[in-house]
């Protein structure tokens, strides 16, 4: 088993071990003026390349700190396992106009209802007294994915793991990336 394949499995293990609370995650991004912004999401998955898969809104912040910087880092906390994943990444917004549609797509078919009903409904931030009750959709059906809807793609280079089920505590940062080989490295927690 290469670095990479073994970091994956480990974090799945954690991601999928009390769903859907073990699979929210905080993402970090940079603001305007530089500053920190962070906000909890749902990690859908974990692909085999490690690539992070979240679901989002185009109208966010977010999505518009994204498009000026696309660094960021992800941060998964397993209650369950004791662990502490930090995904360094870079986002690929795959919005309505992308290529990669099929990949949008799926994710919106396998979103529940409930999910869905925030892409149908005002986008976040807004003065809420300017939408009447009407306006907020508690779930969607549409079989097809909306304009807003945005599948965040994370490309990670770095996987920072800290097991804190044992003492002393256990870490590791696997990185690599850009198709070259991935490393582990142990470092003092
Ligand atoms: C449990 C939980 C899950 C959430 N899941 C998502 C999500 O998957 N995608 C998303 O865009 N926002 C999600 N949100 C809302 C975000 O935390 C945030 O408030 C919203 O996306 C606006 O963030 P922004 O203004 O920083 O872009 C979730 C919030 C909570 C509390």
């Known amino acids: 088993m290469n670095f990479l394949e073994e970091a994956v499995t480990r974090a799945r293990r954690a991601l999928l071990a009390a769903p859907p609370t073990s699979q929210w995650v905080q993402v970090a991004t940079l603001g305007p003026e530089g500053a920190a912004r962070v906000r909890t999401v749902v990690l859908h998955e974990i692909g085999d390349d ?5 679901a989002t809104d185009d109208a966010s912040e977010k999505v518009r700190a994204l498009r000026q910087d696309p660094r960021a880092e992800v941060l998964l906390l397993s209650r369950e396992h004791l662990e502490q994943w930090r995904f360094s990444v870079r986002f690929e917004i795959v919005d309505a106009k992308a290529p990669e549609q099929d990949e949008r797509r799926a994710l919106w078919k396998r979103m529940p209802p409930r999910e869905k009903g ?3 409904s005002p986008p976040a ?14 779930e969607a059906h549409e079989p097809e994915p909306v304009e807003r809807f945005v599948f965040l793609r994370g490309v990670p280079h770095a996987i920072d793991l800290l097991d804190v089920s044992r003492t002393p ?17 142990a470092v003092t927690p």
Do not use: E, K, N
């Not at 490690?50 to 979240?54: A, D, M, N, P, V």
């Not at 931030?125 to 508690?138: L, Q, V």
């Open 118 to 120: 925030y892409y149908v």
């Open 125 to 138: 931030g807004r003065d809420r007294s300017s939408y009447p009750a009407s306006a907020f959709h508690a």
């Open 50 to 54: 490690g690539t992070l898969s979240i």
């Open 169 to 185: 505590h256990d870490r590791f940062i696997y990185s690599g990336g850009a198709d070259g080989p991935w490393s582990r490295r």
